[in-house]
T-cell receptor
């Protein structure tokens, strides 16, 4: 079965712009989570969506937002990009949100 | 601040030996614990999860949990060069669903 699909794989944006990243979970998975990975901070939790509702939220500024659609696909948006937002953004999905999570390949965002 | 601590390594292990990885966490209310493996340039891959005190075995991997000591460990038996990767410990803090806090990871090098 298909894994977690993230698009695009790579993105270069200019400081001040906004960006939208997309995630298609494994078929049947209703929980979608987003993480940011950087060499300095490691993997950090952004938020989790379950049945179109944000169920958990990490400690990121309001410039980071997300949503989930009725087919469980999810998008995350970052507005007013800063250089420090350059990172690998990973999406993970699971059946009900309390077990193991499968990660997608990630979107590598570079802000210049 | 809920924290998860791991020794960054590298942990150098001869081929065929046992690799022992440790992880401590600060949130006493944590209920589920995960080990992920991440190869360089790839996304994390779930190895095991554990909820109850004691040992859980899956093939060459054994996870051990001691909630009283707030300690999780992973043993890799008969280590192979293909086990060379970074191993990430994650703890779920979410009252419902997913809110994983990851440790910084332990880099393991298995030498032939």
């Amino acid at each position: 079965k298909a894994g977690v699909t993230q698009t695009p794989r790579y993105l270069i944006k200019t400081r001040g712009q906004q960006v939208t990243l997309s995630c298609s979970p494994i078929s049947g998975h209703r929980s979608v989570s987003w993480y940011q990975q950087t060499p300095g901070q490691g993997l950090q939790f952004l938020f989790e969506y379950f049945s179109e509702t944000q169920r958990n939220k990490g400690n990121f500024p309001g410039r980071f937002s997300g949503r989930q659609f009725s087919n469980s696909r999810s998008e995350m948006n970052v507005s007013t990009l800063e250089l420090g937002d350059s990172a690998l953004y990973l999406c993970a999905s699971s059946l009900a949100g309390a077990g193991g999570y499968t990660f997608g390949s990630g979107t590598r965002l570079t802000v210049v | 601040q809920k924290e998860v601590e791991q020794n960054s390594g590298p942990l150098s292990v001869p081929e065929g030996a046992i690799a022992s990885l440790n992880c401590t966490y600060s949130d006493r209310g944590s209920q589920s614990f995960f080990w992920y493996r991440q190869y360089s340039g790839k996304s994390p891959e779930l190895i095991m999860f554990i909820y109850s005190n004691g040992d859980k075995e899956d093939g060459r991997f054994t996870a051990q949990l001691n909630k009283a000591s707030q300690y999780v460990s992973l043993l890799i038996r008969d280590s192979q060069p293909s086990d060379s990767a970074t191993y990430l410990c994650a703890v779920n803090h979410g009252a419902a669903g997913n809110k994983l806090t990851f440790g910084g990871g332990t880099r393991v090098l298995v030498k032939p």
